[in-house]
């Protein structure tokens, strides 16, 4: 591949920043990538591990003569992070992010960009319940799709030149609207967390279960339920926060459906059941159908870097 940006800042180095260091770096798609994070343990973690090509104690000085300046902090705190930035970016540059909510992240961050500086948000289709600067790895986006969110007036090129970075580093690129990508996030991504996050703490609450039952005879759907409410947390209140409507919306409608199963259960309606099942089971198929995953089996046994 050839260098699509000589100079990347990445703001915010946990998962999926480290992982874009690393992708970029085996790809050869970035001259310079500079990195800064809050968190001065963060910050020498990176350097410690080889974390960027130089890890920046200030955001403003990451920033400077950076052709690409991607947010990677949570959606909660973009828009101070690029109220800091703005005056600091230079002219032409393309400031975009990897926040998993769009409308609330587009209303946070544009007003503070000045003319001539090209916003693109975007939102990479990836991750694990790992976070940090070392729990990235190059391979996270082979294969996966990221969403690009050009806002009204995006310039064409820098949406172009931002779908191929993505696609050197291995992403499938789709475009959205960001109510649409928000909606659609609701369904695959925002309420599942928050039905895996409450499921947890229904066995938490069960005190006729012990501690050591639950871990012992953790089958595969309630290990994986553990596995999804493990994310980080900080990142998932302010999902949930920025993209209430939506997230709501698709609650009422799950709530809905579960009413309709407990009453099938409760009548003994096994027709509905087999055929509720049945409908759902292809869902998966077409998943696997896909690439999205793979159909082999796992049982914990090969990580979770997928």
Not at 119 to 127: K, R, Y
Not at 216 to 245: C, E, H, Q
Request: glycine letters at 10%; a negative charge.
């Amino acid at each position: 591949m050839s260098v699509v940006y000589e100079k990347v800042a990445l703001i915010g180095l946990g998962l999926i920043a480290s992982s874009m260091y690393w992708a970029m770096k085996r790809d050869g798609l970035a001259g310079e990538v500079t990195g800064y994070a809050r968190s001065a343990e963060t910050r020498d973690t990176a350097r410690e591990i080889g974390l960027c090509d130089r890890v920046c104690d200030t955001a403003v000085e990451a920033v400077q003569d950076a052709d690409l300046v991607v947010l990677c902090v949570p959606v909660g705190v973009m828009g101070d992070v690029a109220a800091e930035i703005a005056p600091h970016l230079k002219p032409g540059a393309t400031v975009s992010d990897v926040g998993s909510v769009k409308g609330a992240v587009i209303e946070a961050v544009a007003p503070h960009l000045p003319d001539g500086v090209h916003f693109v948000p975007s939102h990479p289709m990836a991750g694990t319940e790992h976070s940090g600067p070392r729990s990235g790895f190059a391979e996270l986006y082979d294969g996966k799709y990221c969403l690009i969110v050009p806002v009204p007036g995006s310039d064409r090129d820098a949406v172009d030149r931002l779908k191929a970075l993505w696609n050197g580093m291995g992403a499938f690129t789709d475009e959205l609207e960001a109510e649409h990508h928000d909606r659609v996030c609701a369904v695959t991504s925002h309420a599942p967390h928050l039905i895996a996050y409450t499921m947890v703490g229904v066995a938490d609450d069960l005190r006729r279960v012990t501690d050591s039952e639950v871990i012992k005879y953790s089958a595969a759907g309630f290990r994986d339920f553990t596995r999804i409410a493990a994310s980080d947390p900080t990142m998932w209140r302010d999902v949930f926060l920025s993209n209430k409507d939506a997230t709501l919306e698709i609650l009422g409608r799950f709530t809905e459906e579960l009413f309709a199963l407990q009453r099938a259960i409760r009548q003994g309606d096994g027709d509905h059941l087999h055929d509720y099942f049945t409908r759902t089971r292809a869902i998966r198929r077409g998943i696997i159908e896909a690439g999205q995953d793979t159909d082999a089996p796992d049982f914990g046994r090969s990580g979770s870097k997928s």
